[in-house]
């Protein structure tokens, strides 16, 4: 049967954004990571900070945040039955505001109106402009929030006593979190733009930062919640495999979006004004996250040995040889899970108080984020792109585009290995992050860094082509590979497992404690702020 016409168009328009911010901001990376070898210097009109808040904009929300509603969407019309009418037009409402909102956020930024970074951080003040461009962005991801449940609760009205399918499973779960992780970030742009515009004189610095990272570090896990969907239920298939225990897969959704929220504090280790106890209790809850991840990483292997042991693999380690390593749908998918260890292993080791103290605000940060965001998650979203994208266009991925593909991830593979590698190393030596080109007046530490920030310029450049060769091919394979049929490809469970319990359609019993877990970890500190707030901040505009 096929995606219809209307809910193929609203995908292909996101996946569309998605890649198109890809080559915008890859290309503004490439320019950061000369600036900081020493290697370019930027012209007058666009600096350094200019070009990071763009590139992490750009990336972390445009890229992310297009790619995650595009890829559910098509997954919620494939295995709900095509979306309804009005949740179409909920998802094409959004699109538009979200357009308008970056745009709105990008016109100061280009006037360097607004060098504060992605996070934007009080007291740093940008123009009111590119906070209301960010409220538009949070409108418009709520409309699809609202425009998924209805699609969900439709479908679940007509199949009473039923489970929802997996995909669809996963979706609710990434789309519940997305929906209660905005509202933190929108009270602290609503309290900034009165600030940002002048008409209150100061704003409390510690809630801002204690209600953005509410959002931000719940972020993180949405875009891995999202690439472990692709993990659990289309990697197995594309193997030729069965599912892991359907049980168990949406447990650990269960248990995601249940702790999710709770370990902002990760984030604020060094912030001052946080009783250690309470930073306990948010380190606690983010290494209480290692679990499920630690879940998926026995599925995930279980489902490989499993599956090349029927195709005949054979010994301890030898069964590896079965599985499908010219075949871009699994290999991107493959490293980056791989990719997940070390990047999870750099978590724990963050989240660890004196550990954080030798490595935060230092370019070990970016290190960690490119492994985690730009290896394990983005890499899985471009093993996504050469099925998903034939999917919605009626194309077919032909062996030369896969062949492509395959040249692809490990160009990115070896420049993400350069680039993370180089940054790690670097941070532990002492080397900030968010700080363009300089010696320190030729200080013989700051020179020191200089040959690491040279393989991080080499990494760069690398990735930069990779970034070029995945943008062409998801375009080659929406306008114009060869017209085909491409399956959606969705594992089934092993044969003859137990039936799953239907407790874990509960979503309104996991929404409550969720909320009571997220108000024991932020009702005492956010109370504690604002009654004994400090004096304030005036805005600042430090660049
Ligand atoms: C062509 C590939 C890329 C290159 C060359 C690159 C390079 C860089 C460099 C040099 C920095 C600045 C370090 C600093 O001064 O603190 C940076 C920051 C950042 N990058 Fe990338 N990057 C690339 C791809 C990505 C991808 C794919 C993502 C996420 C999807 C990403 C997300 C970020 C974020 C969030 C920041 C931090 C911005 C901030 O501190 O405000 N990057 N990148
Ligand atoms: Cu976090």
Same mark, same amino acid.
Not at 114 to 123: D, G, H, K, L
Not at 199 to 203: D, G, N, P, Q
Not at 261 to 264: A, L, M, R, V, Y
Not at 431 to 438: G, H, Q
């Given at each position: 049967m096929g995606i219809t016409k209307e809910d193929a168009r609203l995908t292909k328009s996101y996946i569309f954004v998605a890649f198109t911010a890809l080559l915008l901001g890859g290309i503004l990376g490439l320019l950061q990571g000369l600036n900081r070898a020493g290697l370019l210097e930027l012209p007058t009109w666009l600096n350094y900070y200019q070009v990071l808040t763009a590139h992490g904009l750009l990336l972390v929300v445009v890229l992310t945040a297009f790619f995650t509603i595009g890829y559910f969407y098509a997954g919620l019309s494939h295995t709900l039955g095509g979306l309804l009418a009005k949740v179409r037009k909920l998802a094409w409402v959004g699109f538009g505001m979200k357009i308008v909102g970056f745009v709105l956020a990008v016109i100061p930024i280009l006037m360097n109106e607004?060098?504060?970074?992605? #996070?934007?951080?009080?007291?740093m003040a940008a123009s009111p402009i590119f906070y209301i461009g960010l409220v538009f962005i949070a409108l418009g991801v709520w409309m699809c929030c609202i425009g998924a449940f209805i699609n969900v609760a439709n479908w679940r009205k007509n199949h009473k006593g039923q489970h929802v399918p997996i995909l669809a499973y996963f979706a609710t779960g990434v789309f519940v979190l997305l929906f209660f992780a905005l509202i933190p970030v929108a009270i602290e742009v609503l309290t900034i733009i009165p600030w940002a515009f002048g008409?209150?004189? #100061? =704003?409390n610095v510690m809630v801002a930062r204690t209600l953005f990272w509410a959002f931000g570090h719940t972020l993180v896990n949405i875009w891995y919640l999202t690439a472990t969907s692709a993990w659990y239920v289309i990697v197995p298939k594309i193997i030729g495999g069965k599912r892991w225990s359907d049980t168990l897969t949406r447990v650990v959704i269960i248990a995601l979006v249940i702790m999710n =929220? #709770?370990?902002?504090f990760h984030h604020q280790i060094v912030d001052p004004g946080i009783s250690p106890s309470v930073k306990f209790m948010h380190v606690f809850m983010s290494l209480a996250i290692g679990f499920p991840s630690l879940m998926t990483a026995f599925a995930m292997f279980a489902v490989f040995e499993r599956t090349a042991r029927k195709q005949g693999g054979k010994g301890l380690i030898g069964w590896y040889k079965k599985m499908p390593w010219g075949d871009v749908r699994f290999l991107a998918p493959f490293i980056a899970m791989v990719a997940f260890i070390p990047a999870g292993a750099g978590g724990i080791a963050q989240s660890t108080n004196q550990l954080d103290q030798v490595?935060?605000? *230092?370019m070990w940060i970016v290190g960690h984020f490119h492994l *985690?965001?730009?290896? @394990?998650v983005v890499m899985t979203f471009f093993g996504i792109s050469y099925w998903l994208v034939p999917y919605i266009s009626k194309r077919v991925l032909t062996p030369e585009i896969n062949r492509l593909g395959v040249i692809q991830t490990w160009i990115w593979t070896v420049g993400m290995i350069f680039m993370s590698g180089a940054m790690h190393w670097v941070g532990l030596l002492g @080397?900030?992050?968010? *700080? @363009?080109? *300089?010696t320190y007046g030729d200080n013989a530490t700051a020179l020191s860094w200089d040959p690491y920030l040279m393989f991080l310029a080499i990494g760069g450049t690398l990735l930069v082509i990779g970034v070029v060769l995945q943008v062409y091919a998801v375009f080659n394979l929406m306008f114009f590979a060869p017209k085909g049929e491409t399956e959606f490809p969705i594992a089934e469970e092993e044969d003859g497992v137990s039936q799953t319990p239907y407790w874990t359609e509960r979503w309104g019993l996991w929404i409550v404690l969720m909320l009571l877990v997220v108000a024991m970890a932020y009702v005492i500190p956010l109370t504690e702020f604002i009654v004994n707030a400090p004096p304030g901040s005036p805005p600042y505009k430090t660049w």
């Open positions: 607004a060098s504060v970074m992605y #996070t934007f951080y009080p007291p008409w209150v004189e #100061t =704003i =929220i #709770t370990g902002g490595v935060h605000n *230092t *985690t965001l730009g290896m @394990s @080397s900030p992050r968010r *700080t @363009s080109y *300089t």
